[in-house]
């Protein structure tokens, strides 16, 4: 009965990352949980976000490979992109990860009800819309996870074709010659690089003096160099007062400076909480002046039982692994078990621009900022074999350590990469970081060789004091 309230241990509101990892996680649990997801369980990360924009930058280092493959003796005639194969190809395995994803929740009995969800008094949540409008679901917890949608700067209406959110942009069949990427952040430099690689003359117009500006200053000057080498045009410090669109293209009026004439324009400035119509009248939590919703280390918003997790909790990064893991801190303290909140200052971040950039902890700047006194080591990956075997070796290998009163390397404060497929070198850096491990501690650990995580090895040995190819 659409009118019935059903009764569940745990209902979450939103099936992206954070949700459905909450759902699969309290249902392994033994609760019987309910999730209400408004559109596609996955939500922006599966069907609009991280696996489709991968899959094009998989694409991008394809073409590249080829591009560059008369360097290792494999003659070829020319290399064309056919944007829509990889459209379709992007589709397939989206596809297929949704009906795995649908299969697990269906595994674990998990109740989907379809619809925008709205949590009102006394842990209720309506199903305003949808297939299951009317419904009506009460938790012993209610755990929101209702994710994020893509800003825009004002004068900039997206209309899907001049003007695009990644929401479009990973739509479209065919790219444009020309375009102008605002915002030159994580996913903005993602934009840039595949676009570039793709064909496109690309231009990165950021307000911020530079790119990448939460990375270290020396990982993020590697991206840009390459980025420069490129061709891809990145303009810092601008003011961007609005454009004119004119036959298929527009004018970017930038101030102090001549108008830039694009094709497309990659709207990349941030995402806000999709918190609107999110809460009824006495759902009891608190949301702050950017609409996000706040919510302690444990996850707990201000209504008791009431939790928040993902792109919706104020202060914190929007990445999904870091939904995942809040996630799980929400589920285990909903069960009264032991559990560590996720530390934000540790979380791992990869960026998957050519070169790919991947930190966690602190920046060197930061760890000065907090007072520490630090070694710092570093490694390029022009010396390393697997670079050179592979023909990609821009990027650098940098470790921040707590400087011992002896003038040694202590606690390892931060690792940060740019290079060849440092996205999947991190886990050790990760692990050297958030266990707290000391230089010498990590660089007991045998690297294998010939391989790209031996320069974080050997990174790691001259931060302890005997470097084997490094001072």
């Known amino acids: 009965m659409a009118n019935e309230v059903q009764q569940f241990d745990v209902v979450v509101i939103g099936g992206g990352p954070g949700g459905y990892a909450a759902a699969l996680y309290a249902a392994a649990a033994g609760l019987n949980v309910a999730l209400v997801e408004r559109d596609k369980v996955g939500g922006t990360c599966l069907h609009r976000g991280c696996v489709p924009a991968k899959e094009f930058l998989?694409?991008?280092?394809?073409?590249?490979?080829?591009?560059?493959?008369?360097?290792?003796?494999?003659?070829?005639?020319?290399?064309?992109?056919?944007?829509?194969?990889?459209?379709?190809?992007?589709?397939?395995?989206?596809?297929?990860?949704?009906?795995?994803?649908?299969?697990?929740?269906?595994?674990?009995?998990?109740?989907?009800?379809?619809?925008?969800?709205?949590?009102?008094?006394?842990?209720?949540?309506?199903?305003?819309?949808?297939?299951?409008?009317?419904?009506?679901?009460?938790?012993k917890n209610v755990v929101l996870a209702a994710g994020s949608v893509p800003r825009t700067l004002p004068?900039?209406?997206?209309?899907?074709?001049?003007?695009?959110?990644?929401?479009?942009?990973?739509?479209?069949?065919?790219?444009?010659?020309?375009?102008?990427?605002?915002?030159?952040?994580?996913?903005?430099?993602?934009?840039?690089?595949?676009?570039?690689?793709?064909?496109?003359k690309v231009t990165v117009l950021?307000?911020?003096?530079?790119?990448?500006?939460?990375c270290d200053a020396e990982v993020a000057g590697v991206v840009q160099r390459s980025f420069k080498k490129r061709g891809i045009d990145v303009r810092a410090g601008v003011t961007i007062t609005g454009h004119t669109p004119k036959k298929g293209t527009?004018?970017?009026?930038?101030?102090?400076?001549?108008?830039?004439?694009?094709?497309?324009?990659?709207?990349?400035?941030?995402?806000r909480p999709r918190t609107e119509g999110?809460?009824?009248?006495?759902?009891?939590?608190?949301?702050?002046?950017?609409?996000?919703?706040?919510?302690?280390?444990?996850?707990?918003?201000?209504?008791?039982?009431?939790?928040?997790?993902?792109?919706?909790?104020?202060?914190?990064p929007q990445l999904a692994h870091v939904g995942f893991a809040e996630a799980i801190v929400a589920i285990k303290t909903i069960l009264g078990e032991s559990v560590v909140p996720v530390d934000y200052d540790r979380v791992p971040w990869?960026?998957?621009?050519?070169?790919?950039?991947?930190?966690?902890?602190?920046?060197?700047?930061?760890?000065?900022?907090?007072?520490?006194?630090?070694?710092?080591?570093?490694?390029?990956?022009?010396?390393?074999?697997?670079?050179q075997i592979i023909g990609d070796t821009d990027g650098v290998v940098k470790i921040i350590a707590e400087k011992r009163a002896d003038g040694t390397a202590g606690q390892i404060l931060g690792v940060h990469m740019a290079g060849p497929w440092v996205?999947?070198?991190?886990?050790?850096?990760?692990?050297?970081?958030?266990?707290?491990?000391?230089?010498?501690?990590?660089?007991?650990?045998?690297q294998p060789h010939p391989s790209l995580s031996e320069t974080f090895g050997e990174t790691l040995l001259a931060?302890?004091?005997?470097?084997?190819?490094?001072g």
């Open 250 to 271: 527009t004018a970017i009026a930038i101030e102090g400076a001549d108008d830039l004439k694009v094709e497309m324009v990659v709207m990349s400035v941030g995402r």
């Open 350 to 387: 990869a960026i998957y621009s050519n070169p790919e950039v991947a930190f966690c902890g602190l920046t060197e700047a930061g760890a000065k900022e907090k007072g520490y006194d630090v070694i710092v080591k570093k490694d390029p990956f022009g010396g390393n074999s697997r670079a």
């Open 58 to 139: 998989e694409t991008a280092h394809v073409r590249r490979t080829v591009e560059h493959a008369s360097e290792f003796g494999i003659a070829t005639k020319g290399v064309t992109v056919d944007f829509s194969v990889s459209q379709n190809r992007k589709n397939e395995i989206v596809d297929r990860l949704f009906k795995g994803l649908s299969g697990l929740l269906k595994g674990r009995k998990v109740t989907i009800l379809s619809g925008t969800g709205r949590l009102d008094t006394d842990r209720t949540v309506t199903v305003v819309d949808g297939a299951d409008a009317g419904a009506v679901a009460q938790g």
């Open 155 to 200: 004068g900039f209406d997206v209309d899907g074709s001049i003007v695009v959110t990644s929401d479009e942009f990973l739509n479209l069949a065919s790219l444009p010659a020309t375009a102008a990427v605002i915002g030159g952040g994580a996913i903005g430099c993602e934009f840039a690089s595949m676009l570039s690689d793709m064909g496109t």
């Open 423 to 446: 996205t999947e070198q991190l886990g050790a850096g990760y692990f050297a970081v958030n266990w707290e491990a000391t230089a010498e501690e990590a660089a007991a650990l045998i």
């Open 278 to 316: 999110l809460l009824g009248d006495g759902a009891g939590v608190e949301l702050d002046e950017r609409g996000f919703v706040v919510a302690d280390s444990y996850q707990r918003t201000a209504n008791p039982n009431v939790y928040a997790v993902g792109d919706v909790v104020a202060n914190t």
């Open 463 to 470: 931060l302890a004091g005997r470097g084997l190819h490094i």
């Open 206 to 214: 950021e307000s911020l003096p530079s790119i990448l500006a939460g």
